[in-house]
C-alpha cells in the first residue's frame, strides 16, 4: 500500500509537466509556418546572420540549434526559421512552471502557469524566427536555481544545470549582469555543492566551464568591439530619452502597449487586467511575507530586467526579460488570495470550491483573451500582413 501512494506521488509531476509541454507544443506549433505567412525582415536577419563566432558569438546558443535544422531563410521555410524560437520557448515555460511550483506550490503553478504560457506576450516572442526568444529564459532559470540551490540538499544536476545555465547567459546581450546577480546571491552555495562533489564530478563540472567559456572568450577576442552589446547597452546614450524610456516599461506592462507590428497588435497593454492585479497583489504579499533574501533576489531581478528593458539594446524585444517576472509575481497573488480565502473559510468546501471556479473563470477569461488577441486578431491585421509580407 505504502509502495503505491509513492508510485502515485512520483508520477504526478510527470503527468503535470505532460500536460504542460503538450499545451506549449500546442500553442506554439499551431500553424507556426503560416500564421503570419510570410517572414518579418527581423526573421529573415537573423536567419542570415547563421553560426559564426567571428560575427555571431552573442546569442550563439540560439545560431547553433538554427544551424542543426533546415532552415533555408525563405517563406517556404518559415517554419523552420522560427522552430529554434519555439524550442527555447518550450524550455522557458517548464522552467518557469517548475519555478512557481517550487516557490509557491502546485495551485499557483497551474493557474500561474497557464497564464504565462498562453500569454501574447509569451506567444509572440516564442513563435517569432528571432534570438530575442533567449531573454525569456532569463528570469525562469534564475528563480529556478534559487529554489533549487536553497533545497535541504543540492542535488548534483543542480549544480551542473546551475554552472551550464549561468554561463549560457553571458552570451545574450545584458546577460551579464544577472550572472553577477547569481554569483553573488548563490555562488557561496554553489561553491559548498561543487566542493561536496567526487573527483570525477568536479572534473566533469571544470571541462563543462571550459567548454562553455572557450567559445566566449575566443569570440570576443575576435570582436572585441561588441563589448557594448554584451553588456546590453544602447549604441548611444541620451539622458532624456533614457529617462522617457525607463518610465515607457510600466507604461507598457499596464497601460498603453508599444507600437511594434512584428511583436504585437496596436497598443494594447503588454499585461492584462487580471494579470496585472495579481502582480500587484502578489508582489505586496511577496514583500510582507517572504524572507529577507528572497526579497533582496526578487528586487535585483526587477531592477536588472527593468534597468535592461529600458536601455532597449534590441528594441521592445527586450520587454522578454521583465514580462516572465512580473507573471511569476501574478502567480504569487494567486497564491496570496487562495491562501488568504482558506484561512477565512478552513473548512468550508462550498467556499473552496467556489474560490478554485472563481480564479478558473478569470484565469479562463485572460487565456480566452490572449490567445484570441493573438491567434486571430493580430495576424488579420492589415498592418502584421504587410511586415510580414515584406520578404515574400
Not at 550572472?179 to 561553491?191: C, N, P, Y
Not at 536588472?304 to 534590441?314: F, M, V
Amino acid at each position: 500500500m505504502k509502495k503505491l501512494r509513492l508510485q502515485r506521488l512520483r508520477s504526478r509531476p510527470v503527468i503535470w509537466g505532460a500536460i504542460t509541454l503538450l499545451v506549449l507544443l500546442t500553442g506554439l506549433t499551431w500553424r507556426l509556418g503560416t500564421s503570419p505567412a510570410g517572414l518579418a525582415a527581423t526573421e529573415s536577419t537573423q536567419c542570415q546572420t547563421g553560426l559564426d563566432l567571428n560575427q555571431s558569438f552573442i546569442n550563439a546558443p540560439y545560431f547553433v540549434v538554427q544551424s542543426i535544422l533546415p532552415a533555408t531563410c525563405s517563406t517556404d521555410s518559415a517554419f523552420w526559421v522560427r522552430l529554434p524560437s519555439v524550442l527555447f520557448a518550450i524550455l522557458a515555460g517548464l522552467l518557469f512552471v517548475v519555478a512557481v511550483r517550487n516557490w509557491f506550490g502546485r495551485k499557483a503553478a497551474v493557474f500561474g502557469g497557464l497564464l504565462f504560457i498562453t500569454a501574447s506576450w509569451f506567444l509572440h516572442a516564442g513563435r517569432l524566427g528571432s534570438a530575442d526568444v533567449l531573454w525569456l529564459l532569463v528570469v525562469p532559470f534564475a528563480v529556478w536555481l534559487y529554489q533549487a540551490v536553497h533545497a535541504e540538499m543540492i542535488r548534483r544536476r543542480t549544480v551542473f544545470i546551475g554552472i551550464a545555465g549561468t554561463l549560457s547567459l553571458l552570451y545574450i546581450p545584458g546577460g551579464v549582469w544577472f550572472v553577477a546577480i547569481i554569483l553573488s546571491v548563490l555562488g557561496k552555495r554553489l561553491l559548498q555543492a561543487f566542493l561536496a562533489m567526487s573527483v570525477i564530478q568536479k572534473s566533469l563540472a571544470i571541462f563543462l566551464k571550459l567548454g562553455l567559456l572557450a567559445p566566449f572568450v575566443y569570440g570576443f577576442i575576435q570582436a572585441p568591439d561588441q563589448w557594448q552589446r554584451l553588456l546590453g547597452l544602447p549604441p548611444s546614450f541620451m539622458p532624456m530619452e533614457l529617462l522617457k524610456q525607463f518610465a515607457a516599461v510600466p507604461l507598457h506592462l499596464v497601460g498603453r502597449g508599444p507600437e511594434a507590428s512584428v511583436l504585437w497588435l496596436g497598443h494594447r497593454p503588454v499585461l492584462d487586467v487580471f494579470v496585472t492585479a495579481m502582480a500587484i497583489v502578489g508582489f505586496i504579499w511577496f514583500i510582507r511575507k517572504s524572507r529577507y533574501s528572497r526579497i533582496v533576489f526578487i528586487c535585483l531581478l526587477l531592477a536588472a530586467t527593468w534597468i535592461l528593458a529600458a536601455l532597449r539594446p534590441t528594441g521592445v524585444a527586450s520587454l522578454n526579460l521583465i514580462v516572465p517576472l512580473m507573471y511569476f509575481m501574478a502567480a504569487a497573488g494567486i497564491q496570496a488570495l487562495l491562501r488568504r480565502w482558506f484561512e477565512t473559510f478552513p473548512r468550508n468546501p462550498f467556499a473552496k470550491w467556489l474560490a478554485f471556479g472563481l480564479i478558473t473563470l478569470a484565469v479562463g477569461g485572460s487565456v480566452l483573451l490572449n490567445t484570441r488577441e493573438y491567434f486571430v486578431a493580430w495576424p488579420n491585421s492589415p498592418i502584421t500582413e504587410q511586415t510580414f509580407n515584406a520578404e515574400r
